[in-house]
């Protein structure tokens, strides 16, 4: 894996191991066929509230984003009650997804592991590596589904506040990336090919590891007919996190974190109980 287009276009492209291009696919069919059950049998698979965020749920419950959008959340740490829960759902294709997202989760450590070793050598970030293999348990796989209501702007600009993200499937175009050039760009997601970006931790600890600023449009095919797509988030102990008591990452300026200095960008943090590095 060659990162140095982390220091141009500011992610780095990966071509899918074969086993986990697999994974992916059938994870994709199965999160397709969980979101054509019923409403009621899918919220037999959650978490339960906004704390425990993890399973079954639709981000925006109220307001005039409601019902745009359905997601699912797994880590390595809930997945056995993801299971046990799956068991009350009638369909059995349930079961299946849950399944699937065993191996999904396997399938994605080579090539984490692979990322985390490149940049911890060329970034000289002390154990980083370690660290963030050793919160597997923590990285979260989401799905989403958007229903495809008409919405010309699917995800608003942004950038992750995990560690970093690898972006594994897309079923439509419309993802797009905020370069150097502070242009919009489309990102290359297919089958064959995905991409790894840092996020809000990474810069945290280089500040040239910019997290990458992102959205997702609609384009024809996706206004109406809605959109597939599956992400990792893969975080691990930082002793710090995004201060969200007094920051909103939705309303700081597009590509605020493009040009700022280590301190300035460090002004957003605050410590966690985590703080053991
Ligand atoms: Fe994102």
């Keep these: 894996m060659n990162i140095d287009s982390l220091k141009t276009e500011g992610f780095v492209r990966f071509n899918y191991p074969k086993s986990l291009r697999w994974d992916v696919a059938i994870a994709i069919d199965a999160w397709r066929a969980f979101c054509a059950l019923d409403?009621?049998?899918?919220?037999?698979?959650?978490?339960?509230?906004?704390?425990?965020?993890?399973?079954?749920?639709?981000?925006?419950?109220?307001?005039?984003?409601?019902?745009?959008?359905?997601?699912?959340?797994?880590?390595?740490e809930h997945i056995k009650e993801l299971m046990q829960k799956a068991r009350y759902v009638h369909d059995q294709s349930s079961i299946s997804f849950i399944l699937a997202l065993y191996e999904l989760l396997e399938g994605l450590f080579p090539v984490v592991k692979e990322f985390a070793i490149n940049v911890e050598e060329q970034y000289k970030i002390p154990r980083l590596a370690a660290r963030v293999l050793g919160s597997k348990d923590t990285w979260t796989i989401r799905f989403v589904h958007y229903y495809g209501v008409g919405e010309p702007v699917l995800a608003k600009p942004?950038?992750?506040?995990?560690?970093?993200?690898?972006?594994?499937?897309?079923?439509?175009?419309?993802?797009?990336?905020?370069?150097?050039?502070?242009?919009?760009?489309?990102?290359?997601?297919?089958?064959?090919?995905?991409?790894?970006?840092?996020?809000?931790?990474?810069?945290?600890?280089?500040?040239?590891?910019?997290?990458?600023?992102?959205?997702?449009?609609?384009?024809?095919?996706?206004?109406h007919g809605g959109r597939y797509s599956m992400v990792g988030f893969i975080d691990f102990p930082?002793?710090?996190?995004?201060?969200?008591?007094?920051?909103?990452?939705?309303?700081?300026?597009?590509?605020?974190?493009?040009?700022?200095?280590?301190?300035?960008?460090?002004?957003?943090?605050?410590?966690?109980?985590?703080?053991?590095?």
């Design 158 to 223: 942004h950038t992750d506040r995990g560690g970093f993200t690898i972006h594994m499937y897309e079923s439509h175009p419309g993802g797009q990336y905020l370069g150097r050039d502070r242009a919009w760009h489309d990102w290359p997601i297919n089958h064959k090919e995905s991409i790894l970006f840092p996020s809000a931790g990474l810069q945290f600890l280089r500040n040239e590891l910019k997290a990458l600023c992102h959205r997702v449009i609609s384009l024809d095919d996706t206004l």
């Design 39 to 76: 409403e009621k049998e899918k919220r037999k698979i959650s978490g339960g509230d906004r704390i425990n965020d993890f399973g079954y749920m639709h981000r925006n419950d109220s307001g005039p984003t409601a019902d745009k959008k359905e997601i699912f959340h797994v880590t390595g």
């Design 238 to 277: 930082l002793g710090h996190r995004f201060d969200d008591t007094r920051f909103r990452m939705q309303d700081l300026p597009v590509g605020f974190n493009y040009d700022i200095s280590p301190e300035d960008y460090r002004k957003y943090f605050v410590p966690t109980a985590l703080a053991t590095v």
